[in-house]
């Protein structure tokens, strides 16, 4: 480890969004999982949520797609398992996070509107099911991005790059990446395990 790798590490980890996460409800392909997590490093989403996807293993955690992907961001950003959705919201929501489901009912408000700025997760569902009625009712708020195509909904990493990089604007017109947002302490424990993991 050289000395400006460690400096770089500390510098990332400085604007790191600890209050800013995702939750990938059975988000079954690697590809897409894979962006999601580059989007979550270039935003500054310190550590991400999945349950796997039904029946299966989260092969693409492992897999080489997921590698290739998302360009070693996967290294940057560690994925916590969850059961499944309801559980993984009320545990979050435990946590102090505002859970905002990807999801169209008759709450849905524009994904502009929320504070972001507050302890966020957004979550997102599986390719073909879309979140769960349970899981968006469990959530705090229903959020969607306005759709005037033929197409009704968008890729899901597509959703949510569009969904985290509002949050990062949010967060940039607040100062939420001027100083770090945890303790010095912490900050170290992260930059030591990054450093040598
Ligand atoms: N058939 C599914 C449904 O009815 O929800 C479509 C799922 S969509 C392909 C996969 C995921 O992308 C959604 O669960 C949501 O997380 C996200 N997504 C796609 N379009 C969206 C939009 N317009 N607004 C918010 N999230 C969206």
Not at 37 to 43: E, K, N, Y
Not at 121 to 148: Q, R, T, Y
Not at 169 to 177: D, E, F, H, N, V
Request: aromatic share 8%; net charge neutral; proline share 6%.
């Amino acid at each position: 480890m050289t000395p400006e790798r460690y400096a770089k590490i500390l510098r990332v980890l400085r604007r790191r969004q600890p209050t800013l996460t995702v939750l990938m409800d059975e988000v079954n392909k690697p590809h897409n999982l894979s962006a999601i997590v580059r989007t979550c490093d270039a935003v500054g989403v310190l550590q991400a949520h999945a349950v796997p996807p039904r029946g299966g293993r989260l092969a693409a955690f492992d897999g080489h797609t997921f590698e290739a992907t998302s360009g070693s961001a996967h290294k940057w950003v560690p994925v916590q398992r969850h059961e499944d959705a309801v559980s993984a919201v009320r545990a979050l929501q435990a946590q102090g996070f505002a859970v905002l489901a990807t999801h169209l009912s008759q709450r849905s408000v524009d994904y502009r509107e929320p504070d972001y700025t507050r302890p966020t997760c957004v979550l997102l569902g599986a390719e073909k099911w879309g979140v769960s009625d349970e899981a968006a009712e469990a959530a705090d708020a229903n959020i969607v991005i306005p759709m005037f195509g033929m197409v009704q909904s968008l890729n899901v990493s597509v959703a949510a790059a569009t969904i985290l990089f509002e949050a990062q604007r949010q967060r940039l017109a607040a100062g939420l990446y001027d100083t770090p947002q945890f303790k010095d302490e912490e900050l170290r424990a992260w930059a030591f395990e990054w450093a040598y993991p």
